[in-house]
C-alpha cells in the first residue's frame, strides 16, 4: 500500500480525528444505514448519489427507552450525497427517514461523514485502510443522544476474485446527559467473491458488543450475518442483503439495499 495524502494535509486530517475519538462515548442506534466500508471513493470533483434501504421483517417491537421507535416493521430510507475531494478524502451527507410500523413517515435528521483513503490498491490488487468519521444529530426517537459520532476504520484486500474487509468502529454519544467514559465498539466484516461479471456473491457479518473493554454478554450483544449480493453492471449498480440475528439481542430478519443512483 502507498499513502497519497501530503503531509500538511495528513497531519491535519489525523488531528480532525483524534478530536472526534476523544470527544465523547457511545452510540447511536438507528439504522439508516448497512454497509461494510471498502476502496470505494470518488476522485477530485466526483459526486455521487446513493439510496440506503432496509426493513426489519421480524425484531425488535419493544422501545430500548422511552419515546424510541422500535425497529420492526419500519422501513428506513436514506439518499447519501457524496463529494471526492481529492488526496483520498470524500465527503459525503445522509439525509435519514423512515416510515414507522403504522405507516407515518417521519425526517430522523442529518449526518455528515468524511472518509479517508490514505491506502490505495496498486493495479486494481493488494491492500488498503483508511477511515471514515462520522457526526450525526437525530430526533431522540430514534437515537438516545441527539448528538453522536463515529469513527469507522476500514482495512482490506482485494484480488481479482476475492474482497476481503473489516470496519472496527468506535461509536460515541456527545448529547448532555448521554456521554460515558467509554466509547461503544462495534465490527463488521466482509467477504465476497466474483462469480461473473460485475456480480459477486458472500457474506457480511455486523456486531455491537458494548462498551470498549467491557464486553457484553454474548446474548446481550447485537450479532447479524448477511448473505449479500453486489451487482456492477452500468447502469444498475447495487448491493442486496438478507440477515438473520445470531443472538437474543439482535433482530430476528432484516432486508437491506443500496442502490447507486445517476447522478451529473
Known amino acids: ?151 469507522r476504520f476500514i482495512a482490506g484486500w482485494r484480488n481479482a476474485d476475492w474482497l476481503l474487509v473489516a470496519n472496527p468502529t468506535l461509536e460515541f454519544d456527545l448529547s448532555d446527559g448521554q456521554g460515558g467514559s467509554r466509547p461503544a465498539l462495534s465490527l463488521g466484516l466482509k467477504a465476497a467473491r466474483n462469480v461473473g461479471e460485475g456480480l459477486a456473491a458472500g457474506l457480511e457479518a455486523y456486531s455491537d458488543q458494548g462498551p470498549l473493554g467491557r464486553r457484553l454478554p454474548w446474548q446481550q450483544q447485537d450479532h447479524r450475518l448477511f448473505a449479500v449480493l453486489d451487482v456492477d453492471r452500468k447502469p444498475w449498480i447495487f448491493n442486496l442483503g438478507i440477515g438473520r440475528g445470531l443472538t437474543d439481542a439482535a433482530d430476528r430478519w432484516t432486508v437491506k439495499a443500496i442502490f447507486e443512483l445517476p447522478f451529473r
Open 1 to 151: 500500500m502507498k499513502s497519497i495524502l501530503p503531509r500538511t494535509l495528513r497531519t491535519r486530517a489525523l488531528a480532525a480525528l483524534a478530536w472526534l475519538t476523544l470527544s465523547g462515548a457511545a452510540q447511536a442506534a438507528f439504522q439508516d444505514e448497512i454497509q461494510v466500508y471498502d476502496n470505494a471513493i470518488n476522485e477530485r470533483g466526483e459526486w455521487g448519489l446513493e439510496l440506503h434501504v432496509n426493513t426489519t421483517p421480524s425484531g425488535r417491537a419493544t422501545p430500548d427507552y422511552p419515546g424510541e421507535v422500535p425497529p420492526r416493521h419500519a422501513l428506513r430510507t436514506t439518499p447519501e450525497l457524496a463529494y471526492g475531494l481529492g488526496h483520498g478524502l470524500e465527503a459525503g451527507l445522509y439525509l435519514p427517514a423512515i416510515v414507522d410500523a403504522s405507516g407515518h413517515f417521519d425526517l430522523a435528521g442529518l449526518k455528515a461523514r468524511l472518509k479517508w483513503l490514505p491506502f490505495e490498491l496498486v493495479d486494481g490488487r493488494g491492500g488498503f485502510g483508511g477511515v471514515n468519521v462520522e457526526l450525526s444529530r437525530l430526533a431522540q426517537r430514534y437515537s438516545q443522544s441527539r448528538w453522536s459520532a463515529e469513527t
